[in-house]
Nanobody, 123 residues
């Protein structure tokens, strides 16, 4: 069993930066694929970024590529999402997720989820 807890959300202006953190407990995070997803009001949950554990390769949605960076600190059992040049369309609840397999963009493929943290970007 893995428990995930996100933090770092908030309200910022367009162009600002935020760093989200997701701390895992209950199982070593480093042997799992880790992802970030987001869900805006009235929309489906969508893939943002993910990082594997075999090759440590990262994958990003086109909408955030070049602005967001996913990273991990295995010693702290934590995954981060650095978000730069934020836009109003980035406003959503951000969730971290983990799965015991390869990276996937499909949220249904993730077994473990955090409760989410709100990110609001004003114009």
């Amino acid at each position: 069993q893995v428990r995930l807890a996100e933090s770092g959300g908030g309200t910022v202006q367009a162009g600002d930066s935020l760093r989200l953190s997701c701390a895992a407990s209950g199982r070593t995070f480093s042997s799992m694929a880790r992802g970030w997803f987001r869900q805006a009001p009235g929309k489906e949950r969508e893939f943002v970024a993910a990082r594997g554990y075999i090759t440590s390769s990262s994958d990003y949605a086109d909408s955030v590529k070049g602005r967001f960076t996913i990273s991990t600190d295995n010693a702290k059992n934590t995954v981060y999402l650095q978000m730069n040049s934020l836009k109003p369309e980035d406003t959503a609840i951000y969730f971290c997720a983990a799965r015991g397999g390869m990276v996937t963009r499909n949220p249904s493929g993730y077994e473990y989820w955090g409760q989410g943290t709100q990110v609001t970007v004003s114009s």
